[in-house]
């Protein structure tokens, strides 16, 4: 079974930069597309990034393109997120998932992290 562990959350000031892991401490990661959310309280989740299983094909939210960027590192089992010039709508709980192929929607998703939060202040 795939179980999910984000780290690599925190506070930051706005213009500064956070680097997300993602690691399966159950069995590998290869094979599947991860994908990172980020959720606000009282806002549904929202697709941020994704990658599929070679680490050849990556997809972002409009809002973070040229800001963000994901990888992975399979002989590491960890997927990464760069965050760079981070602002304060960055500002959520921040997940990693799972999935059987390309996805962009949760309910595609068939496992999921506890979440690492990041706040970016001002």
């Known amino acids: 079974q795939v179980q999910l562990v984000e780290s690599g959350g925190g506070l930051v000031q706005a213009g500064g930069s956070l680097r997300l892991s993602c690691a399966d401490s159950?069995?590998?990661?290869?094979?599947?597309?991860i994908g990172w959310f980020r959720q606000v309280p009282e806002q549904e989740r929202e697709f941020v990034a994704g990658i599929n299983w070679s680490g050849s094909s990556t997809n972002y939210a409009d809002s973070v393109k040229g800001r963000f960027t994901i990888s992975r590192d399979n002989a590491q089992n960890t997927v990464y997120l760069q965050m760079n010039s981070l602002k304060l709508e960055d500002t959520a709980v921040y997940y990693c998932?799972?999935?059987?192929?390309?996805?962009?929607?949760?309910?595609?998703?068939?496992?999921w992290g506890q979440g690492t939060q990041v706040t970016v202040s001002s």
């Open positions: 159950g069995r590998t990661l290869s094979g599947y597309f």
């Open positions: 998932a799972a999935a059987r192929s390309y996805a962009r929607f949760v309910s595609s998703y068939d496992y």
